[in-house]
């Protein structure tokens, strides 16, 4: 990867730059049978959709602060580049009430509702499908995102010594966030083709670097299982060799 890169959105211009086509997010849950494999290409197409949905639609700024109520999920993976390629500080189940716009899942929706700006909710579907019914008072994500732009510019540039995301009582800028990745990637042994499984929650920096920011850095890819707990041991001995796993981080 490009050593110049500061910021997690940097990260993911490199890989797109390095090899659009190879497998970067492949995500499983186990309560519903679900498995969706995103391409680099694909994964930076939607997460320039999100930021231009972030940008334009929702008028987030650099500095602005998200609450994001979601588990571990390729969507989610997808909002946090998004925030990073806007600038916005991305706090990973932070305080609706103290932040300036709100993303939930279906879980999530009533605290939610503390947030007194833009709320947007996911159903976390299969195929990134709509709510049945959307939510009162929440944009839904899978109805606005689609039709935004395929390529993504930021109105002001970031600057990577910006507090950019907190998690888990740690806030870091997003060159912090980068340089532990990137710490975390070696750590693991990680590198161009690794392929990295974690079924840990986004809910700590060990989630969301196993399950997102080391393999990033590192040139490699993640399997990201939600309620992998479920799986039984033989299945999951079965995905680690079906989807070649090198690395994991589970239960």
Do not use: I
């Amino acid at each position: 990867m490009n050593a110049t890169d500061r910021t997690p959105a940097d990260l993911l211009r490199s890989a797109l730059a390095a090899d659009p086509a190879r497998p970067l997010v492949t995500f499983y849950d186990d309560a519903t049978g679900e498995r969706v494999e995103l391409s680099v290409a694909t994964f930076a197409n939607w997460v320039a959709k999100t930021a231009n949905l972030l940008q334009d639609d929702l008028s987030a700024e650099p500095g602005d602060r998200l609450a994001l109520l979601l588990p571990a999920h390729w969507q989610s993976a997808v909002w946090l580049l998004a925030a990073s390629s806007v600038g916005v500080v991305a706090d990973v189940g932070g305080d609706p009430a103290a932040a300036d716009l709100v993303v939930s899942g279906p879980d999530a929706l009533e605290e939610a509702r503390a947030c007194s700006g833009e709320r947007v909710a996911l159903a976390l579907r299969p195929m990134g499908g709509r709510f049945p019914q959307p939510p009162q008072g929440f944009a839904d994500y899978a109805v606005e995102a689609p039709s935004q732009g395929d390529r993504f510019a930021p109105y002001a540039p970031v600057d990577p010594d910006a507090p950019a995301l907190a998690v888990g009582g740690l806030e870091l800028t997003a060159a912090q966030a980068v340089d532990r990745a990137r710490a975390d990637a070696a750590s693991r042994g990680l590198g161009p083709g690794s392929r990295l499984l974690s079924g840990l929650p986004y809910d700590t920096w060990e989630g969301l670097s196993a399950g997102l920011l080391a393999p990033l850095a590192a040139g490699a890819s993640v399997v990201l299982c939600r309620h992998l707990d479920r799986l039984p041991e033989p299945d999951l001995a079965r995905r680690v060799n079906d989807e070649r796993v090198t690395v994991t981080v589970s239960r």
